[in-house]
């Protein structure tokens, strides 16, 4: 086991510790999505780091092969906030009631979350009367102290874990949401979260979920704040090496497809649920290099069509704008190669931090997504794809006149919603 993987090239399982992945799709290099440029960085090196998607055939992780230091890919600034995002706020909502009644919670319980960000899954729970304690890197967690939400400011370790426990007690619930496959020391993560969990105490984390991610061709998902592509096998020996087991789970449709799942400490069996997912899994392939790396073709065979598609609709004299400027677009923009000369700007909601940026790599300028209303361009690109539905309804009530381009899992123009 080690306790933790150095920055760099990995060469072996992140989990299990076998030499022996297997590239499934290489994206090349490609900067770290949230890296905004301002216009006087466009004329500055620009530093791009190796994207490769792999597979471990001992274990079944599913991961990267290259870690970036986490100081570089979520620094004090980090600029994203969960806050902003409605279908994170209706998932946090609906984690918070589901905890409450499946585990009686009451108001003597501690409730911690690892990678709070600005306290948007906290929030909730303490509007529920409980305890809640945030720990979060970066300066989000001003503002969930700001709000209320008492948070511990530091990169989560055994030490933070100790001191946490000294001052709030144990926990009986902890969770991690999308933070669980971001960070790099994975061991020394769980024997914190043993040092903090109240013996009979659940951890609750949520992260992409590997079968989505193949049968939806998520292709986006995939970029260095993501180490580690969950299904259920190798999370059930990654429990079992750290004293967890791995108790039920459940698939929630967060962010185009996310696992939920419950760990305990100790050794409990495994239930109906879990087995029948775990066929779920073996069924589509997702322990079968062969059917993996076919999921890979077909993840290139959509680059081209969707490149196809917008260059067919340029050269017929159309302009093409994008809808959103979200972290997880930058991986399909660098990949398919969907630059400033095909994209004419992308429109963010009005405060985004992102406004007057451009974006990583591709050099797409951020601008308040009101001059798509103004401009109607005669296209649309859907970068928050998963969204699209959502997305589109609100653009046509908002007056934009034009058509959608969907980019996943099959790209295509979308005139009638």
């Not at 948007?120 to 303490?126: R, V, Y």
């Not at 290099?289 to 598609?309: D, T, V």
């Not at 790599?361 to 699209?388: C, R």
């Not at 934009?400 to 969907?406: C, P, R, V």
Request: glycine share 8%.
């Amino acid at each position: 086991m080690i306790k933790k993987i150095p920055v760099g090239h990995v060469d072996q399982c992140q989990i299990c510790s076998e030499k022996n992945l297997e590239t499934i799709l290489s994206f090349g290099h490609q900067p770290i999505v949230q890296n905004y440029l301002t216009a006087e960085q466009l004329n500055q090196p620009e530093i791009t780091y190796p994207l490769n998607f792999c597979y471990c055939s001992n274990c079944g992780l599913a991961q990267l092969d290259y870690i970036i230091d986490q100081k570089l890919v979520f620094p004090l600034n980090y600029p994203y906030r969960t806050g902003l995002t409605n279908m994170l706020i209706k998932n946090f909502r609906s984690l918070a009631d589901t905890l409450e009644k499946k585990y009686l919670l009451t108001t003597d319980d501690l409730i911690i979350d690892i990678g709070s960000n600005d306290g948007s899954l906290l929030k909730p729970l303490k509007d529920k009367g409980m305890k809640v304690l945030g720990i979060e890197p970066t300066n989000a967690a001003e503002d969930a102290n700001n709000q209320g939400i008492r948070t511990i400011q530091g990169y989560f370790n055994e030490k933070i874990a100790n001191q946490a426990v000294k001052k709030y007690g144990k926990a009986k619930i902890i969770t991690m949401t999308n933070a669980f496959a971001h960070i790099n020391n994975l061991f020394e993560i769980l024997k914190g979260i043993e040092i903090m969990l109240d013996d009979d105490g659940i951890f609750v984390s949520e992260s992409q979920y590997l079968l989505d991610m193949m049968q939806g061709l998520e292709l986006d998902t995939i970029y260095h704040e993501h180490l580690r592509f969950y299904s259920l096998k190798p999370l059930i020996r990654l429990f079992s090496l750290t004293g967890f087991s791995l108790i039920d789970a459940e698939t929630i449709p967060a962010a185009g497809g996310s696992i939920r799942v419950y760990a305990k400490k100790g050794q409990h069996l495994a239930g109906n649920n879990l087995k029948k997912m775990i066929k779920a899994e073996e069924a589509i392939g997702l322990y079968d290099i062969k059917k993996l790396k076919k999921y890979g073709h077909r993840m290139i065979e959509a680059k081209k069509e969707l490149m196809a598609l917008l260059i067919n609709c340029q050269r017929q004299g159309a302009r093409i704008a994008a809808i959103g400027s979200p972290a997880r677009s930058n991986t399909l923009l660098g990949f398919t190669h969907i630059d400033n000369h095909l994209i004419d700007y992308a429109g963010e909601k009005s405060g985004s931090p992102k406004i007057g940026l451009f974006t990583p790599g591709t050099h797409i300028p951020v601008v308040d997504e009101k001059k798509l209303f103004v401009d109607q361009p005669d296209y649309a690109l859907v970068l928050s794809w998963h969204l699209g539905k959502e997305l589109m309804q609100l653009m046509r009530k908002l007056g934009f006149k034009g058509k959608f381009i969907m980019p996943l899992p099959q790209p295509r123009v979308v005139e009638e919603i």
